[in-house]
């Protein structure tokens, strides 16, 4: 069982109740690392927030845009 664990991905999110998960106790605010299939179910209980992380890009780069020149004074 545990190998199965381990290849599931994890997602970290904030628990919102007291919870227990897996044998993680887990208090109101205090983060907590799921299996990615439980996440549904879990936000649509109340008991979990989940904000995906959000992809920085660098200027110029993946958009199609290119990053003016510095303007000379």
């Known amino acids: 069982m545990a190998a199965a664990k381990e290849k599931e991905n994890m997602i970290e999110v ?7 998960y897996d ?3 887990k208090k109101v605010g205090e983060k907590l690392k799921i299996r990615e299939s439980d996440l549904k179910e879990l936000q649509d209980k109340g008991y ?3 904000t995906p992380p959000v992809q920085t890009q660098q200027p ?14």
């Open 60 to 73: 110029g780069q993946g958009n199609g845009q290119q990053t003016p020149p510095p303007a000379d004074k």
């Open 14 to 20: 904030t628990a919102k109740v007291n919870m227990k």
């Open 48 to 50: 979990i927030s989940y």
């Open 23 to 25: 044998t993680d106790i």
